[in-house]
Structures are given as structure tokens and as C-alpha cells.
């Protein structure tokens, strides 16, 4: 009986102990179900605030979307009205009259200015009748890229042939050396894997900067040592012909962007020019005309074309025409203009602007016979076809 009474006794404290467990585990399943449902709460709420938040950073950035539009458009607007500004003060510049920039010391040198002057006061005679003046650019091609990022490229300006396919092409590659690299046609220099397959031609002295230009079958170059000199070379019979020393002393680089060239040739329907800046004229761009054969200086002008941020330049018709960019390359522009037959004024001519692409100019040579522009961008050769039209009398 005892041994019942025992074992009712066990059974019940058991049986007590197995409820008091199963409490204990309901009791902490309940807590664990109350902990996720604040957490589900907390996420739920969290999700809700980050979608809110995105909803506010996308209209916040659709708005500044909106202003940097706002804001480019206010930029250009104001630029174009600075060119504008500038073009005017510039203009008005020129009323004054600037005297000439020739002051040297050596004999020879100061007999040629002489002479320079006397043809000076009167108007310049034309060699051509061409009144054509850029209008703006008509099509571009892309040849190829070959050679270090600055450098010279073009055809013999006085060829007979129009096609841009016929007629030795030249290349000046870089900003010093002494080798000038000659393919046969434009479509073998297209073709060239490099300027190994080019016949190099050995000239007897360096040249310098990127003003040199191909002219008559023969090689205009510039060297540079104590004194500015303009080099004619025959590519026929590989010799030189003549050397002149350039009338002016204190030269500085004629283009603010491309400080390597102290010294531009260019090629026009006109024959042969130079353009150039002194110390004495510094902040601005000074031209000369220059005989093909003898390199004797037939006149000099004063422009009133700056040239700070200045690139390159270019002559057609006798009117040069000034290519500015920026330090950090943008798109390159014709913004100043100078007629040495006072018809074109820099509030006449088109603000000429060239597609955007890879760089600056470091050269624009002008080939009259086809029309083209030779450019030479971070290592790519490029031609430009221009669009013209006539100048009007002033």
C-alpha cells in the first residue's frame, strides 16, 4: 500500500515537473514570436523609410538635372557673349593704329626693314584676284593616326591635280629633327602601317616647331639657333636653294597653346607668308609676305589678333584666320580674322568652329588648290573641306 502511495506521489511530481517545462518553453516561444514581430515591424519600416528616401534622392537629382541644363545653356549663352566682347575690343584696338615691330641692330637686317617700310605705306598689292573667305566647315575625314602627338602633314600646294588622291604627301613628325618623310600619293599614306614605308629625305639642317609647309616642289622650313632663319629646300634634287635670315629680332612663339612654333609658314592662292610674334608686340599675332623665290620680305602687318590661347593659323586670300581652344583642350574656333586688304573685319567673318575631337591643332595647313585644311590633332591627320564665300568691299 505504501509502495502505491510512493509511487502516486512520484507519478504527480512529475507530472508537475513536465507541466512547469512545457510553461517555461510556451513562455519563451512567445518571447521569440514577440522579438520577430518587432523585428518584421522594424524591417517593414526601415524598407518604407528607404523607398521614401529614394523617392527624394531621385527628385532631388531629376532637379539638378534640370539646373546643370539650366546652368550649361546660362554658360554658353554667357560665352558667346565674351567672344562677342572680346571680337569688339579687339576691333577697336585696331583704330589705334599700332607702329610696326621691327627694331634691330644688324646692317643688313635694318636695309631690309628699309625697304619693308617703304612698301609699307602703300596698299598691298595682290598677286591674285581671289576674294573667297571662309565660311565654315563642310566635311571632315579622319585618315589616320601615325607619329608623335605633334607634328606637320601636307601636299604640295601648288599641285596641278585637284584630287586629294594624287600628289606626294610630306611629314614633319614632331617638334625638332632634321628628316621630312615623303609617301607617294595620299591613298599610300593611308594605306602605311607607319612611317617606315615613307622614303626619308635628310634635310641638311634641324627644323624646328610645327610652321613648315611644301610649296612648289620644294620644303619651307624654320630653323631656329641664334637667329630665326627661313629654309628652302629643292625636294627635286634634294639641296638647298636659299636661306634667309627673318627680319626680326625678339621673336616669342606666335601661338600661346603650341609655345614650340616661334614661327608659322602658310600658303594661300597668294604665295607664301609668315606668321610670327615679337617682344615688342607680344600680346598679339603680326604677319609678313614673303617672296617664294628670293624669301625677301615684301610687307609687314601688325594683327589685331591676340595670342594668348591661340593654336594655330591659317591664310586664305590673303585674310589670316586665327584658331583658338583652351588649356584643357576643347573645341577648337576661327574667332579672329585679319584682312590685309582691309575687306574682311573680324565682325564679318563667321565664327568658324571645328568638330570636337581628340585634342588641339598643333598645325592648319591651307591647301588652296583643293580647298583643304591639313590639321594635325594629338597624333591624328585629318582634312578639313572648307565651304566659302566672297568677301565684300568695306
Not at 84 to 111: F, H, M, S, W
Amino acid at each position: 500500500m505504501r509502495g502505491l502511495v510512493v509511487l502516486a506521489t512520484l507519478a504527480c511530481f512529475a507530472s508537475a515537473q513536465h507541466q512547469a517545462l512545457i510553461d517555461y518553453l510556451e513562455r519563451r516561444l512567445l518571447a521569440i514570436e514577440d522579438r520577430i514581430s518587432l523585428w518584421q515591424e522594424q524591417t517593414a519600416r526601415y524598407a518604407s523609410e528607404l523607398r521614401e528616401l529614394k523617392q527624394q534622392m531621385v527628385a532631388q537629382l531629376e532637379s539638378l538635372d534640370k539646373e546643370k541644363e539650366s546652368l550649361r545653356g546660362s554658360l554658353d549663352s554667357v560665352g558667346t557673349r565674351v567672344d562677342r566682347v572680346e571680337r569688339e575690343l579687339d576691333y577697336l584696338e585696331t583704330q589705334n593704329g599700332a607702329q610696326p615691330c621691327v627694331d634691330v641692330d644688324d646692317k643688313l637686317i635694318e636695309q631690309q626693314v628699309t625697304v619693308v617700310m617703304e612698301k609699307q605705306k602703300t596698299k598691298y598689292f595682290k598677286l591674285s584676284d581671289c576674294s573667297d573667305m571662309i565660311s565654315n566647315i563642310k566635311a571632315m575625314k579622319i585618315l589616320k593616326r601615325v607619329g608623335g602627338q605633334k607634328g606637320v602633314w601636307s601636299k604640295d600646294s601648288s599641285s596641278s591635280s585637284s584630287s586629294t588622291d594624287d600628289g606626294k604627301v610630306y611629314i614633319f613628325n614632331g617638334t625638332d629633327g632634321n628628316t621630312v618623310h615623303e609617301f607617294s600619293s595620299l591613298q599610300d599614306f593611308a594605306r602605311s602601317p607607319g612611317l617606315s614605308q615613307s622614303k626619308a629625305l635628310k634635310l641638311p639642317s634641324s627644323w624646328r616647331g610645327t610652321g613648315h609647309v611644301i610649296y612648289n616642289h620644294h620644303a619651307y622650313y624654320i630653323h631656329q639657333a641664334e637667329e630665326i632663319t627661313v629654309n628652302k629646300y629643292d625636294l627635286t634634287d634634294n639641296s638647298v636653294t636659299d636661306v634667309a635670315v627673318f627680319p626680326v629680332q625678339d621673336h616669342v612663339p606666335v601661338y600661346g597653346l603650341n609655345t614650340e612654333t616661334v614661327m608659322d609658314l602658310a600658303v594661300d592662292e597668294e604665295g607664301l607668308w609668315a606668321i610670327y610674334a615679337t617682344q615688342q608686340n607680344e600680346r598679339h599675332i603680326s604677319l609678313a609676305k614673303m617672296d617664294t623665290s628670293s624669301l625677301d620680305i615684301e610687307q609687314m602687318w601688325d594683327t589685331n589678333c591676340p595670342r594668348e590661347n591661340a593654336e594655330a593659323a591659317f591664310v586664305i586670300c590673303g585674310t589670316l584666320y586665327v584658331v583658338y581652344n583652351t588649356m584643357q583642350p576643347g573645341r577648337s574656333r576661327v574667332q579672329c580674322v585679319f584682312d590685309v586688304n582691309d575687306m574682311v573685319t573680324t565682325e564679318d567673318a563667321p565664327l568658324v568652329y571645328f568638330p570636337k575631337r581628340y585634342g588641339a591643332h598643333s598645325s592648319l595647313k591651307y591647301n588652296p588648290k583643293e580647298q583643304l585644311l591639313y590639321a594635325w590633332d594629338d597624333g591624328y591627320q585629318i582634312l578639313y573641306k572648307l565651304s566659302m564665300k566672297k568677301k565684300l568691299e568695306i
